[in-house]
């Protein structure tokens, strides 16, 4: 079995930064996309940034320019960089990845459990 286990959200003021970070552990073969998405009240989740196992990177536009996604292969771990935060950031971001537990397995995707982000003035 494979968790995901998010930290980093919390309250912050227009214009400020926060670093979310998510670790998977676990029964891990190997790692391919690791990403973050979003979902605000009475909306639909959002992709907000994905990453390769190579360090390809896949933005949303709202937030290009203002969040940077990373990861370290060997930590089984992907950050999320926010900076420039705007009240229409308010959600719950959620890690994921895509896991195989085994040489032979197919890649299962795996959800965090989610960290709430409240950008307010």
């Known amino acids: 079995q494979v968790q995901l286990l998010e930290s980093g959200g919390g309250l912050v003021q227009p214009g400020g930064s926060l670093r979310l970070s998510c670790a998977a552990s676990?029964?891990?073969?190997?790692?391919?996309?690791m990403g973050w998405y979003r979902q605000a009240p009475g909306k639909q989740r959002e992709r907000v940034a994905v990453i390769t196992r190579e360090g390809a990177i896949m933005n949303s536009h709202s937030v290009a320019g203002r969040f940077t996604i990373s990861r370290d292969n060997a930590k089984n771990t992907v950050w999320l960089q926010m900076n420039s935060l705007k009240p229409e950031d308010t959600a719950a971001y959620y890690c994921?990845?895509?896991?195989?537990?085994?040489?032979?397995?197919?890649?299962?995707?795996?959800w965090g459990q989610g960290t709430l982000v409240t950008v307010f003035s």
């Open positions: 676990g029964s891990i073969f190997s790692i391919n996309d």
């Open positions: 994921n990845a895509e896991v195989r537990t085994g040489y032979l397995d197919r890649y299962q995707e795996v």
